[in-house]
């Protein structure tokens, strides 16, 4: 059984420089970042891509890391800029978002994204693979298409 839905819409990302930092994020609407988030992701150089499509896809059920991976396969990892594209392009969203990332040492890490309406900016938190985390359903997966 899928624990995810088909795909819901999709998303163009445009092309995207340099290296990340504070103001980087911020720049997308960024209000709060955890540590882990700020550990792996700021200092990391961005190769500049070409326009991509992402696909938004809804969680059907309560599900771990490991689940949602094996079912995204090599679709499941998206870059930085990315990331910091879809963020930035979608301000004041009330959905919750997790996306999965490569941080420093190229290690996977999942990434949650929820809009704050209290100060407004995006939240943002990074979470190891490797631990159980469960998301709960009706969360948004955010992956290649």
């Known amino acids: 059984m ?20 504070e103001d980087y994020f911020e720049e997308a609407g960024v ?9 792996q992701f700021f200092g990391l150089k961005i190769q500049p ?3 991509v499509k992402l696909a938004i896809r809804r969680l059907e059920q309560n599900s771990l890391d490991k689940s949602i991976l094996k079912e995204l396969g090599k679709k499941s990892t998206i870059s930085i ?4 594209a ?6 004041e969203s009330k959905e919750w978002f ?6 420093k040492n190229r290690k996977l890490w999942a990434v949650r994204a929820y809009w704050g309406f209290i100060g407004g900016g995006w939240r943002v938190g ?4 490797s631990c159980p985390r469960r998301w709960s359903a009706g969360r948004q997966v955010v992956s290649q298409v």
């Open 49 to 51: 891509i070409q326009g």
């Open 31 to 39: 209000k709060w970042m955890g540590s882990n988030f700020k550990a």
């Open 81 to 84: 800029s990315q990331f910091h």
């Open 98 to 103: 997790v996306f999965y990332v490569k941080g």
């Open 126 to 129: 990074a979470f190891p693979v």
């Open 2 to 21: 899928s624990v995810l839905s088909p795909v819901l819409r999709m998303f163009e990302i445009p092309t995207a420089p340099d290296v990340t930092s």
């Open 86 to 91: 879809f963020i930035s392009a979608h301000r």
